[in-house]
């Protein structure tokens, strides 16, 4: 969740032996044709426009769907909202560049400060130096390395991806009546605590179901990647019931190694994050894909919501509480072709 390292060489592992390795590619494919932007209503008295609310945004580059849609939905956010002035930085995988810019904002004075950081570790010194300055700090999904340099959390499940996703495909097998079903995985980068996390969820979920793992690989989110690492998983596991795919940019590549394959009627997909590109695919009915679990990128648009009520001392309309809450962690909900135009609008 902290750091992205790169991309490395690794085995697939097939029950617990490694029958193949491939150089994974560090290309990314990320949806920039989409502008799908999800907005947050203000509802009752947080309607009113209050004293302007100068919101200091910092988010990494827009290098992959998702990341990309975080500052499209921040600025959809503000945009909409004539009480808040956001100054948005440049988006940043270099992580001395991130701490100058958020020092800059420091430096002016914003009001409240929103900070998805490239490097949660590396970034936790210079949002501690906000908060002592008296500027509350949003951190958005990627945490900050200690609770002192925030002053609400805003993110993603992904233990509940994993979860969520196991319990899909467990729907599906006993719908087909698969009493033994073999389950593979297709991860993001292994090091990366989210990849962990989601891995974690569904293995727990499997294993409450009595089902295991057949094969389990990581790659790189890119659709290279995916690609690969899934041309290579086809090969060495004969004969596939499921497949949960971490990433839905990365699944690009995995589904296309599936119809390159010809594999495509084979089993049931699930993929991760929720592009628009995989609910466009789920909604046609005529892929293996059948369900996506969300991380929306919508929760920058909540990012700003909440910074808003933060500079202006006022708290969540429908919540007893006078305060905004320390920490708000999102739903992964399941996609489905029976859900699916729900959710469009937060695809990125």
């Keep these: 969740m902290s750091t992205t390292p790169s991309p490395s060489r690794r085995g697939i592992l097939v029950g617990g032996l490694t029958v193949g390795a491939g150089l994974i590619a560090a290309a990314c494919t990320s949806n920039e044709s989409s502008s799908n932007t999800q907005v947050a209503q203000t509802t009752g008295a947080n309607t009113a426009s209050g004293k302007e609310v100068r919101i200091g945004f910092s988010a990494p580059a827009a290098d992959h769907g998702w990341t990309a849609a975080i500052t499209r939905n921040a600025r959809a ?6 009480d808040v002035k956001l100054d948005l930085t440049e988006g940043t995988n270099d992580v001395a560049r991130q701490i100058e810019q958020v020092q800059t904002l420091i430096n002016q004075k914003v009001d409240v400060l929103v ?5 949660g570790n590396a970034l936790t010194a210079v949002a501690r130096n906000a908060m002592s300055a008296g500027i509350p700090v949003i951190n958005l999904d990627r945490v900050f390395a200690s609770a002192l340099a925030y002053r609400t959390w805003i993110g993603g499940d992904n233990y509940g991806m994993g979860v969520n996703a196991g319990n899909f ?61 899934a041309s290579q998983m086809l090969q060495a596991v004969k004969k596939i019931d499921a497949i949960w795919n971490h990433d839905d940019d990365q699944g690009i590549g995995v589904l296309a ?19 628009t590109q995989a609910m466009n695919e789920i909604k046609g009915g005529n892929s293996p894909l059948q369900a ?6 919508a929760m920058a648009s909540s990012a700003v919501t909440l910074a808003r009520l933060l500079g202006q001392r006022k708290a969540l309309g429908d ?18 072709k029976d859900n699916v135009d729900q959710y469009l609008a937060n695809g990125y």
């Design 169 to 229: 495909i467990i729907g599906k097998m006993r719908e087909k009546n698969v009493a033994n079903p073999v389950i593979v995985e297709i991860a993001g980068i292994d090091n990366l605590q989210l990849t962990q996390e989601r891995s974690q969820g569904f293995k727990d979920a499997l294993t409450a179901a009595g089902f295991r793992i057949e094969a389990r690989q990581s790659t790189d989110f890119t659709a290279a990647g995916g690609q690969q690492v």
């Design 319 to 336: 919540l007893a509480e006078h305060d905004v809450p320390a920490k708000i962690t999102t739903f992964s909900a399941v996609v489905t």
């Design 292 to 297: 996506t679990v969300l991380y929306s990128p």
């Design 257 to 275: 190694a599936i119809r390159q394959a010809n594999r495509a009627g084979e089993f049931v997909m699930v993929g991760g994050g929720g592009s």
């Design 77 to 82: 956010q503000a945009g909409g909202l004539d």
């Design 115 to 119: 900070i998805l950081p490239f490097d």
